[in-house]
């Protein structure tokens, strides 16, 4: 059994920082992609950004020069720095990854999510 948990949101002001946090966990043989998304009621989930396990980056264009994704994969995890953050990235995050376990199975794998409020 494979578990994702996020940490790292919170309330912050418009302008501010965050950083959030996702540890992978469990029956792990290989981690490829891991990547963030974000969702508002009424919305859809999005892409806000993933990076291989060679650590090719992609963004979501809305997030691009503010937010920085990274991962340790040693410690199968990915984080995600926020900086000059907007009311409209308001949303709860997904950490998201593409796990292979050791039985051999292979699937993709999401987090319970972390609220990201920006408001004054």
């Known amino acids: 059994q494979v578990q994702l948990v996020e940490s790292g949101g919170g309330l912050v002001q418009p302008g501010g920082s965050l950083r959030l946090s996702c540890a992978a966990s469990?029956?792990?043989?290989?981690?490829?992609?891991m990547g963030w998304y974000r969702q508002v009621p009424g919305k859809q989930r999005e892409l806000v950004a993933h990076?291989?396990?060679?650590?090719?980056?992609n963004y979501a264009d809305s997030v691009k020069g503010r937010f920085t994704i990274s991962r340790d994969n040693d410690k199968n995890m990915v984080y995600l720095q926020m900086i000059s953050l907007k009311p409209e990235d308001t949303a709860v995050y997904y950490c998201?990854?593409?796990?292979?376990?050791?039985?051999?199975?292979?699937?993709?794998?999401w987090g319970q999510g972390t609220q990201v409020t920006v408001s004054s």
């Open positions: 990076i291989t396990r060679g650590a090719t980056t």
């Open positions: 998201n990854a593409d796990i292979k376990e050791t039985v051999g199975v292979r699937g993709d794998y």
């Open positions: 469990g029956t792990i043989f290989s981690i490829y992609t």
